[in-house]
């Protein structure tokens, strides 16, 4: 299967770089798995498309600050640092612009030097294994010295660094937010509940392959990175139930997605606690174990997102729904509006 069978048309203007004032003024486009067709929406309306009984599962992650600047210790040389995941201890694997001039043993000061690092370890694509040196908590350390990892082609600067996170977000640990939690509000959820659907949380801190591009031709030979997943007993048993009642299992995101399919495919459909790493590629042709809808946003061309969503509605049915965004001027990626797949 070639990677071009997903590419279509966006004009760059589509692409959000800010986000709404309110989180649930964004359009939703509501795109039924089966048959294709579509209706327009405000998120805000998506309650009317829930029913008693049904259960929506959110990515609690949070994201952190963590794109860095500093200077090499020995030339004074700008380099900027993302992290990507803490492996141990004080030493993280990240990604470093520019690369080259990152080689083991370089040390880097970021800030007022408070924080300092040295690379310890290579990986290809501008990987780089840092330790970190700092002086108090390294979180607060972070939060002073650190930005958000706002995507490449987000140009405008982020207002209010929490618009960037998830109301709900908890467990610190993302590289990006799973964007597609953005919509929701306190209020929103709070009205969901009161129909009657069951609100559950996972954990999956998103890592490295958000940024990486498909780039082989043939999409069975590309290797998602591992990412970092969890889910409760607490969480595991409401779902059980709510598979048990007949409730549908709509999860949040591309994030939540994978979480759930890893772990309803290891264990033969049903849902037990579970942690580790997970490295799913879901992609058309692939069977759904775990979810019966899913909220996203709109992604990019060529991605594995869209392969996913490709997976559950129909690789024609996802083109045939874009193509209508693009001509309706839907908001697309991390800042832009929403879809509901059921």
């Known amino acids: 299967m070639k990677v071009d069978l997903f590419d279509f048309d966006l004009p760059e203007e589509l692409i959000a770089q800010v986000p709404l004032v309110n989180r649930t003024d964004s359009r939703l486009m509501v795109l039924d798995k089966k048959t294709g067709a579509v209706k327009h929406e405000i998120f805000k309306n998506i309650v009317e498309y829930f029913k008693p009984g049904d259960c929506l599962v959110l990515n609690d992650t949070r994201v952190l600050p963590a794109r860095l600047f500093g200077t090499k210790e020995d030339t004074g040389a700008n380099v900027e640092v993302l992290l990507l995941k803490q492996e141990t201890g004080d030493t993280w694997e990240t990604l470093v612009k520019p690369a080259k001039r990152i080689k083991e043993g370089t040390k880097i000061r970021f800030g007022d030097g408070r924080l300092s690092a040295v690379c310890v370890g290579t ?165 759904f174990k775990a979810i019966d809808g899913m909220i996203t946003n709109f992604h990019l061309p060529k991605s594995t997102l869209i392969m996913l969503i490709s997976a559950l509605a129909g690789r024609e049915n996802i083109l045939h729904a874009y193509k209508t965004a693009v001509a309706e001027k839907y908001r697309f990626f991390s800042f832009g509006d929403a879809m509901l797949i059921i």
């Open 123 to 287: 990986a290809d694509h501008g990987g780089r294994t840092l330790e970190f040196e700092y002086e108090g908590i390294f979180y607060e350390v972070l939060e002073s010295l650190g930005e958000m990892p706002l995507p490449p082609y987000i140009k405008e600067q982020l207002e209010d660094r929490e618009r960037y996170q998830t109301v709900y977000a908890k467990e610190r640990g993302s590289a990006a937010a799973p964007t597609a939690g953005l919509h929701f509000t306190e209020e929103l959820l709070a009205e969901l509940r009161e129909k009657g659907v069951q609100i559950a949380f996972i954990t999956l801190h998103v890592g490295l392959g958000t940024f990486r591009p498909v780039s082989v031709e043939d999409i069975n030979e590309h290797e998602m990175h591992a990412e970092f997943y969890q889910m409760s007993e607490e969480t595991a048993h409401l779902l059980n139930e709510v598979r048990a009642s007949g409730g549908r299992i709509v999860s949040v995101g591309t994030t939540s997605t994978r979480t759930l399919e890893t772990i309803a495919s290891a264990n033969n459909g049903s849902f037990t606690e579970a942690s580790g790493w997970t490295s799913i590629f879901i992609y058309p042709g692939y069977e």
